[in-house]
């Protein structure tokens, strides 16, 4: 049973695709403008079945989860938050699938709650210590709302233009539209500050002693495989990269079937919570 709710979360609204029963995994999305919880992983959520409980939310200023009034956004809300959610669904332990943003949101998370946190997998992910604003994600970020946008936007996350289809195009330019205030507020220019505000110091990462598996694609121009996941390598305790051949910046679209596979190894050794 899949459902999408509201949850109340110091105070503000967090709307929540939740799916199934068992150990919780929480799913956090990237950074895009029109991305929500829904959109990044409803097609992984339904793949994996009723195996795990799996919560997947509009983080602060995407899809139908505000900004908290007095709040600018950020890595520290986006934590907060997060934590904030899984204690109000009462629950003590989970795991964290990240992607892009979600994934440096994923590791903080780690860091600051090793107590609740079992495993990490991040998937393109943000947060490496130096990382620069890529060209391709200070384009995606500033990318207008509508058609050319939407589709400038699709060209540089995947390796595999033929996934730039009209439909595909269609439904991230509505997606646009529909969140473009509330995203216009995150990241203006200049835009290599937010970049830096989504990176983890050595020693927050040194911090992290639940394991972590590092998804990335060859390909990725977004978060480049050389600036993003390989510095992480020397950062992290528990650490294992997979890299995906001929993939850009979204495994879980470009290499479904595979990428679900590898989520559900890692996953599975949680059984016992």
Do not use: K
């Not at 990237?30 to 829904?38: D, E, H, K, L, V």
């Not at 946008?149 to 539209?177: C, E, K, P």
Request: hydrophobic share 45%; aromatic share 4%.
């Amino acid at each position: 049973m899949t459902a999408l709710r509201t949850v109340t979360v110091d105070g503000s609204p967090v709307h929540v695709l939740e799916s199934g029963t068992g150990p919780t995994v929480l799913m956090l999305h990237g950074s895009g403008p029109g991305t929500t919880g829904s959109g990044a992983w409803a097609t992984t959520v339904q793949a994996l079945g009723a195996s795990w409980h799996l919560v997947a939310p509009d983080q602060a200023g995407f899809g139908r989860t505000p900004v908290p009034a007095g709040s600018t956004g950020g890595l520290r809300l986006w934590t907060e938050q997060a934590a904030g959610l899984m204690a109000a669904l009462g629950i003590e332990h989970y795991a964290v699938v990240g992607h892009s943003m979600g994934g440096a949101v994923a590791l903080s998370l780690a860091a600051t709650r090793p107590q609740q946190v079992t495993r990490v997998v991040a998937v393109s992910t943000m947060g490496a210590p130096g990382a620069p604003l890529s060209a391709d994600l200070d384009a995606i970020w500033a990318a207008p709302a509508g058609p050319l946008g939407a589709r400038d936007m699709l060209n540089r996350l995947v390796f595999d233009q033929t996934l730039v289809t009209d439909s595909a195009v269609d439904a991230r330019a509505a997606a646009m539209r529909a969140g473009a205030v509330a995203f216009a507020s995150l990241f203006p220019p200049p835009r290599a500050r937010w970049a830096d505000g989504l990176t983890l110091s050595a020693q927050t990462l040194a911090a992290i002693r639940a394991p972590v598996l590092l998804v990335h694609g060859a390909e990725d121009r977004v978060t480049p495989l050389g600036t993003a996941a390989v510095p992480l390598l020397e950062h992290l305790a528990d650490v294992r990269l997979h890299v995906f051949g001929r993939c850009g910046h979204v495994p879980a679209i470009e290499h479904p079937h595979e990428f679900r596979q590898l989520l559900s190894s890692f996953l599975r050794r949680d059984r016992g919570h």
